[in-house]
């Protein structure tokens, strides 16, 4: 079965588009996907069935800026001015509305990339509220995060937050496709396959050839603030059950040095958490046909370990 929902935004302008997919079984738990910068939920259906298959009901939305949200509020690449917290304060929105059709369920949520920034500050405000959380493809301390942030500041604060300006965006990013070869795309560095690139580039729904707002590049470096060392996760709970993992060619990750550091945080605030990298794999670990299947028995094996 499937929900087809739309709430408002935290930013007080859109109507965030969002879908519950529901086994044809009864459901041992939910868990919410939160997708990444520039993509949508539905790159993500291989997971969303593997999920359901399990007895999992799966949901997620388009963030705003992003996907059919983006399309119903003509609004691509603009987060709009109520802060870096808009899609993590969404996200909560989403589980609440969730909660209220399928109560008293174990709620778990996984975030890839931009979507695992936004799970871990979900889980420093409303972590009591979740039985575990898989953080896939995430950041330690981004390259050049804290320069081009600055930047950006100054940028929005002269009254150009509205505009988009590609340098700032290659300034961020620019650099993550140094260990991928000859770069003909620009999205390299998500996955070797180049099906999988090309799919990424051509799909209607992603913003990956779009602008993005000055103003939402400064709340995605602020996004990545919000979230460094222990004094992020010294608020997260010390009895959420958290999986980290990502692949060690992913630059997002610094090659598997960020995915530690994150882990390392964790532990030294005292929580449990388990680290598995996947060696040789870039950003998407879970679009590559080798090893999709794996990724998500082990995220299907995390979460059914916390319900056992």
Known sequence: MLHEVSFPSYNKRDEVQGWIYVPAAKPKGIVQIIHGFGEHSRRY????VSFMDAGYIVAADDHVGHG?????????????????????????????L????????????????????????????????????????TTGTFRGAA??????????EDGHGTESNPEFTGALMGWMGERCGEITIGNEWICAD?????????????????????????DFTQMMEAIKGTQWAQKVPKTLSIYNI?????????YGKGIYEVSNW?????????????????????????????????????MDGVLG
């Not at 180049?194 to 400064?218: E, G, K």
Request: aromatic residues 12%.
């Open 246 to 254: 990502g692949g060690d060619q992913d630059p997002v990750g610094e």
């Open 194 to 218: 180049p099906y999988v690139q090309r799919d990424h580039a051509d799909d209607p729904f992603d913003a990956f050839t779009r602008p993005t707002s000055n103003r939402s590049l400064y």
């Open 45 to 48: 259906l291989h997971m969303i």
């Open 147 to 156: 320069e081009t942030a600055e930047l950006l500041k100054k940028t929005c």
């Open 68 to 96: 059919k949200t983006a399309i119903v509020n003509d609004a691509w690449g603009d987060w709009g001015d109520a802060g870096f917290r808009t899609m993590m304060e969404d996200e909560h929105t989403l589980k609440e």
């Open 266 to 302: 964790l532990c030294d605030t005292g929580h449990q958490v388990t680290t598995k990298v996947y060696s040789g794999y870039r950003h998407e670990i879970h679009n590559y046909a080798a090893i999709k299947n794996e990724v998500e028995a082990g995220i299907i094996a995390f």
């Open 98 to 137: 969730v909660c209220e059709k399928y109560p008293n369920l174990p709620y778990f949520l996984f975030g890839h990339s931009m979507g695992s920034f936004i799970t871990r500050d979900y889980a420093a405000k409303y972590g009591d509220d979740l039985a575990g959380i898989t953080i896939c493809g």
